[in-house]
């Protein structure tokens, strides 16, 4: 297939758009259109559990382009409108309206779906945050309700305990793992993150299945954990993680796992791109299937994506990247830290909540974490580049080798 004569960009959030952008930046001049299943501009959805939650931010602030930036696109926008349906050998998206869209490439960045727990919408002040609307239904009722349980341990909920733990709200933390986002960190790191939080005044209830909600008059009450104990609240956030959003493929015949499969270059099927959260793409670096759920990696696929549509060719081979903000401290990972075997802190010191942390497996470097050290995380994220040997970065384990 030569250059194609029209795109259709199905999600028009941060991954969505940067295909747009990247297009035109690549000299793209044909058909373009955005289609997105929220009524608002594209907007970052970072801020949500932060400043929007907070208050610090207002709403319009979270908009990614101003929209005379938006017009110079010159794309079609259609937004307030789900896809529900592609038929991939046409390259036919259906929408909730009726409406059928076609393109000689269709790229897919419809992003995630909250998980839920059983019967959570039976009671008001039961929340979930992923889209604007969430952010300010969830604020609103954070204003009226002092008693708030976080269930989740993950990015999302750590951000949102110590955002309403930052509003001056009493915050219980609930979840599975022995510490806080453990899965992403490791025991070490997450160990220190339990610890800002406690020493924020976070309760924490870890290691902890949650067996339901409890509720009176129509709201909640509390939430139930598998021992029998109730803990009561006002208002309950569930961040228990997310699904790609696929249920709209069934029937597609695009293949889905976790994901969207696609190959090297995120493509899943002759003239059908996928782009961010919901891309399950072959890493050829890495050797393996990946599917990454962050910012930064919505951006950089959707630019690989961009220049792949006009011809380049090119696999995308990312060092996965996130980051989170939780109360005064900013942490940064580089790399993949699942599976590791060896975790050492190699510079600043965890008492001074300053340092940088290295991963390895197999006797090499694999991944990095910075804890406000933002520069030095990012000369140590070179070593993750190389594969540099474990002995070359922590000579004799020093700095407090440990296993996380």
């Known amino acids: ?242 699904r790609p959003a696929t249920g709209w493929l069934a029937g597609s015949g695009l293949q889905i796992a976790d994901g969207i499969v696609c190959d090297s270059r995120c493509r899943a099927a002759e003239g059908i791109y996928a782009v961010g959260d919901v891309a399950f793409w072959v890493h050829e670096g890495l050797g393996t299937g990946l599917r990454l759920e962050n910012r930064s990696n919505a951006v950089e696929q959707g630019m690989a994506v961009a220049a792949n549509i006009v011809g380049k060719d090119r696999p995308y081979t990312p060092v996965p990247y996130f980051w989170t903000d939780q109360f005064d401290v900013k942490i940064q990972v580089h790399g993949l830290l699942a599976g590791h075997t060896e975790v050492a802190i190699v510079d600043g010191d965890p008492a001074r909540r300053q340092f940088v942390a290295v991963y390895g497996r197999g006797g090499r470097v694999t991944g990095v974490v910075g804890w406000n050290m933002v520069k030095q995380a990012r000369v140590y994220r070179q070593h993750v580049v190389d594969g540099t040997a474990w002995s070359d970065v922590v000579p004799g384990g020093a700095h407090g080798s440990a296993a996380g």
């Open 1 to 242: 297939m030569g250059v194609p004569s029209s795109v259709l960009v199905v999600g028009a959030s941060v991954g969505g758009l940067a295909v747009a952008e990247a297009l035109r930046r690549e000299g793209y001049a044909g058909r373009l259109t955005l289609l997105g299943a929220e009524r608002h501009l594209p907007y970052d959805r970072p801020p949500l559990s932060k400043k929007v939650l907070s208050g610090a931010m207002d709403p319009a602030g979270t908009q990614l382009r101003p929209e005379a930036a938006l017009a110079k696109l010159d794309a079609e926008l259609i937004l307030g409108d789900a896809a529900v349906r592609l038929d991939a050998g046409a390259r036919e998206v259906e929408t909730a309206t009726g409406r059928r869209l076609r393109a000689e490439v269709v790229v897919l960045a419809t992003g995630l779906e909250p998980r839920r727990l059983p019967e959570q919408d039976r009671w008001a002040g039961v929340h979930v945050l992923r889209t604007l609307d969430d952010a300010l239904a969830l604020r609103a009722d954070l204003l009226a309700g002092p008693r708030v349980v976080v269930v989740g341990d993950g990015v999302l909920g750590t951000e949102i305990a110590a955002t309403a733990r930052g509003m001056g709200l009493a915050v219980t933390l609930v979840g599975p793992q022995s510490a806080p986002l453990e899965g992403q960190l490791g025991a070490l790191v997450g160990g220190y993150l339990a610890s800002l939080h406690a020493e924020q005044g976070v309760a924490l209830r870890l290691g902890v299945a949650v067996e339901g909600l409890v509720g009176a008059g129509g709201r909640v009450a509390g939430v139930r954990l598998a021992n029998g104990e109730v803990l009561p609240a006002d208002v309950v956030v569930v961040a228990i993680g997310s």
